[in-house]
């Protein structure tokens, strides 16, 4: 018997009984880990979600912070949060998904475990939290046990916590209904929170994307949604260059996989107690294609 799951994360996973496993594994080798490998459109769409919802925590210009990313799944949206120098811890119940951000060396820590069951850092630990389409799950009763309004309830208070004060939330979600995301709401204002929804492109049957924004103090002015669909028409739309451009990291300017990024990432490593290969002359130096 086969049976599909969705997880918290950006892409769908399917799990298998072991009777299944032991019949598909000797007919194809390379099945386990199919379901994990994201699509570049998959990887564009989860990109721009995570930097639109970078750009509503409003977090101060230039500085590093340390942010929490919730239903991270194979470290998309962290990549972007890296990308823009921030440090981040990710949080996912799928461990196939946490396994597929090892494969792929992502930068910030990850960790197993239930939204549903609460954050489990200390008060105040995070400068904010970023969620791409991983919340509207807590709505779902997967056992008798789960009651989605004391888990989303659980979760969002645990969330009040570890942000520090005055701190924002910016949850990415997929509503079913607006009763879903009224549930949704009661909840994240019964833990605390103040904030609203913002719908952006909401006359867009497409491109239509739904940000629950909350802050953790006082009441602020909310984010104006985007209203024009001139930035997606244009998306689609490819330009050819013969110049190849180097991924940056726009607020560090460290060019990726550069010695610079290479000796950064290793003291990071080290502050993390992991074990790290001393600095040489050769670190960070590219190989011949001979070698």
């Known amino acids: 018997m086969v049976t599909g799951t969705v997880p918290q994360g950006d892409c769908a996973l399917f799990s298998f009984s072991s ?15 199919v379901f994990c490998l994201p699509s570049s459109r998959m990887i564009d769409v989860q990109t721009k979600m995570a930097g639109r919802a970078l750009e509503l925590l409003y977090l101060p210009e230039g ?10 799944g194979s470290g998309l949206s962290g990549d972007y949060l890296s990308d823009e120098g921030h440090y981040w811890v990710g949080i996912d119940i799928s461990p196939a998904m946490l ?42 009763a997967n056992k008798k046990s789960d009651i989605p309004a004391k888990r989303l309830y659980c979760f969002f208070s645990s969330l009040y916590s570890v942000l520090v004060r005055g701190a924002r939330a910016v949850l990415q979600l ?78 560090r300017g460290v060019v990726r996989k550069s010695r610079e990024w290479v000796l950064e990432k290793k003291e990071r490593r080290r502050r993390q107690g992991k074990e ?15 070698f």
């Open 99 to 140: 396994d597929a951000a090892l494969d792929r060396d992502t930068e910030g820590d990850l960790l197993l475990g239930d939204m549903g069951q609460g954050i489990p850092f200390k008060p105040g630990t995070f400068d904010g939290c970023i969620s791409i389409s991983a919340v509207q799950w807590l709505c779902n």
């Open 174 to 251: 997929y509503p079913e209904n607006s009763e879903q995301l009224e549930l949704i709401t009661i909840q994240a204002t019964k833990a605390g929170f103040t904030g609203g929804v913002v719908v952006d492109f909401p006359n867009s049957a497409k491109a239509k994307k739904f940000y629950l924004c909350l802050f953790s103090g006082p009441s602020t002015f909310l984010p104006k949604a985007l209203t024009e669909t001139t930035d997606e028409e244009e998306a689609t739309e490819s330009a050819f260059t013969s110049e190849r451009i180097q991924r940056r990291m726009a607020r």
């Open 276 to 290: 790290v290969r001393p600095d040489t002359q050769y670190t960070g130096r590219k190989r011949k294609p001979r």
């Open 19 to 33: 009777f299944a496993v032991s019949n598909v594994l000797a007919q194809n080798s390379f099945i386990t880990c």
């Open 63 to 72: 500085q590093p912070c340390y942010l929490l990313d919730i239903g991270c």
